[in-house]
């Protein structure tokens, strides 16, 4: 496995042992975002991840929670001064959190003009079956700059890809996406310079197993294979486009 590798959308905090995993990360020099689901899980991920080079801890309120999980806005409020990266967040639009969609939208849109208004936020944020709703509060929340929005898992059009592209948003891959030819040619559409790599393990498996930080050697080996760059090549793209994405 080459170092400095990115998973820019993984759940440690949901594998058996969150400490151990966010320790093989950063053994293996993983670049990782850890996202987390909830405000109150934030804190203790924070902790965690505090002296590590290569993994941090993202502020989440994920939005198919959002429904049961609403009121601890609030407590994402208290924390935010303390965290630079946010995720997961954003809206689903699927048949179990469908019902909640207004109220996922409010929150969506609360946290884009705290992070616009707070400045240097750097977001994973989900579209699952809302990417038009995302988009357009995107765009309300943060007119003049996108800011960092890291799109992650994209499931929308070649249309809403390019409208992401032009509101400056990049987009993490990982090997379930890969594997359908749909998400092939929508990846092949997509600028080289917004691609980054994920695992969103556990919820994503290799080798029948949970995809840890490491397994995104697989994504990027895919999508070099699927882009017609060198492997080599590709890590280099997906670190200098993490740069970016940091120092933005």
Request: glycine share 8%.
């Amino acid at each position: 496995m080459t170092p400095g590798l990115v998973d820019f959308h993984c759940h440690l905090d949901l594998f058996p042992d969150p400490a151990a995993a966010i320790r093989e990360a950063e053994e293996s020099e993983v670049y990782t975002l850890a996202v987390t689901t909830t405000p109150k899980a934030w804190p203790h991920n924070d902790e965690l991840t505090r002296s590590t080079r290569f993994v941090r801890a993202g502020l989440g309120l994920h939005p198919e929670l959002v429904a049961e999980r609403a009121g601890e806005i609030s407590l994402w409020d208290e924390y935010l001064p303390r965290a630079r990266y946010i995720g997961e967040v954003g809206i689903d639009g699927g048949p179990r959190s469908f019902k909640s969609l207004d109220l996922q939208r409010e929150i969506f849109a609360h946290i884009l003009k705290s992070c616009t208004a707070a400045g240097g936020r750097v977001l994973s944020v989900h579209s699952f079956r809302a990417v038009g709703i995302v988009l357009e509060l995107i765009e309300e929340a943060l007119p003049y700059k996108p800011g960092q929005i890291v799109l992650h898992w994209f499931t929308g059009s070649k249309s809403e890809a390019r409208r992401a592209v032009d509101l400056g948003c990049f987009f993490s891959v990982n090997t379930a996406m890969l594997s359908k030819e749909r998400g092939r040619n929508l990846i092949a559409s997509l600028p080289l310079g917004r691609l980054l790599t994920e695992t969103d393990g556990p919820f994503t498996t290799t080798g029948g197993r949970p995809a840890r930080p490491s397994d995104v050697s697989d994504t990027l080996d895919q999508l070099a294979t699927l882009l017609g760059v060198s492997l080599p090549e590709m890590g280099s793209t997906i670190r200098d486009n993490l740069k970016i994405v940091l120092n933005g």
